[in-house]
């Protein structure tokens, strides 16, 4: 049905009798061959250079394996939904497609494949198959809108979702998906696109080819003697087969990591000039420090949660401020993705009516200190419900006011407690309650001590 909807290809025009297609002739310019390697540039778009270029940075790696870690132990569970409020969890059979999405794999291998691609590429794909659940790769996906059109002007005010085109390394269409078949789970939208997630790297590439050539100044650092470049000057004239050899001895006995803070002697007519800056003059460890938490703000991950120099500075570590990092983290990034994971996968596992798909955390080690938060709101929230209770208002109507915030819906009963009364004869028989006998004054006792009538007479405490 959708091949119908989209536009039929032209027939490949052939460049030559050799039968080189169009296709073919572009893919010409993604290769090259040098020294007998053959090397291929990425023909997809800048969102698979920049994953191509991110995943090679140890601080980028470091941020998606923290989020990947912590987002993939969650369940899944259908819950309840009425009158627009959650209720209990509650399992399915239909959940067995989540539970084991292919052959040898569990939720928390779907769900570390979704993260990571998102975290990359901005999208993950998925969509049913005979063997459970099947990965479509980012890159190779086209997203297909049309124009949704005003029925009285015919012009398009907006765009809608079409469907999904799968192409190979040729560009070639080679699968087409209904909305209704994809499970697309982009977490963070893109604002060029409707339809379209956006990885957090793709505002990152400077500051990881920042930290990748920090990186590889200090690799050349140790390369060269672990010193500062040197300018050799002869300031006697020299002939070229002479400053060769000398250009060869120097070389091979000042350069690498080997030849670190070994003296260089040199004869008479040579004059040797330090150039260049050293660790301490570019302030490596503030400056690669700097970057670092630009990659993981961007990320989302609190430095301290990596462990990385500036997380762990001051009080960072302390147990509060620990804390308050982990729920941070699990508050603004990991139950907003799970909440979008569970709209996009319930495309492809629908939930019973009256209830959707959601996430049981109940489990997650890393959700404890905000589970110990939760307990704490129902702690102080059955302590509200007692004391409405003991006031007398209505069992029914204040647990719906504390549930749901609006105290307008409390009824009272009516009722109120016996300690409002006054303890007196007409105020027992008013309110039907027993009245402590009058106190008795003993002999021998001060003035106010006294004792009930139950008390054997005689008898001091």
Known sequence: MLAKLLPQRRAEQRMDQAGLSMPDYLRLWEQFGYNGVQYVIPGGNIVEMTALMAQRDAIVAACIMARQLVFSQVRFAFQRWAAGKPGVLFGTPALSLLEQPWAQASTADLLSRMEVDASLFGNSYWVKSPQGLTRLDPPSVRIL????????????????????????????????????????????????????????????????????????????????????????????????????????????????????????????????????????????????????????????????????????????????????????????????????????????????PGARLWYDDRDVPFMKAAALDSAQVRQADAATMMSLINSGWEPATVKQAVMSGDWSVLEHTGLVSVQLLPITEEGAEAGKVNVLPAPVKLKGLGADETMGQDDEPGEEE
């Open 145 to 352: 809108t049309g124009d949704v059109e005003d029925t009285v002007t015919g012009l398009g005010y907006g765009r809608q979702l079409l469907g999904y085109l799968v192409e190979d390394k040729r560009h070639h269409t080679v699968a087409t998906f209904e909305p209704s078949e994809v499970a697309h789970y982009a977490p963070m939208p893109d604002p060029q696109h409707e339809f379209r997630g956006l990885s957090w790297l793709g505002s990152l590439l400077p500051d990881v080819i920042a930290d990748m050539d920090l990186s590889d100044f200090k690799h050349a650092f140790l390369a060269n003697a672990a010193t500062p470049n040197l300018v050799v000057q002869f300031t006697d004239p020299i002939g070229k087969d002479a400053m060769k050899k000398f250009v060869d001895q120097m070389e091979g006995r000042h350069t690498g990591p080997q030849a670190g803070f070994k003296t260089l002697y040199v004869g008479a007519g040579v004059d040797v000039k330090v150039v260049g800056s050293n660790f301490q003059d570019v302030a490596m460890e503030a400056v690669q420090s700097q970057g670092e938490t630009r990659i993981t703000a961007a990320a989302g991950v609190p430095p301290s949660l990596l462990g990385i120099s500036e997380g762990l500075k001051g009080s960072a570590l302390n147990a509060g401020n620990f804390a308050s990092a982990q729920r941070n983290f699990a508050d603004r990034i990991i139950r907003p993705n799970w909440g979008s994971a569970c709209g996009a996968l319930q495309t492809l596992v629908p939930a019973p």
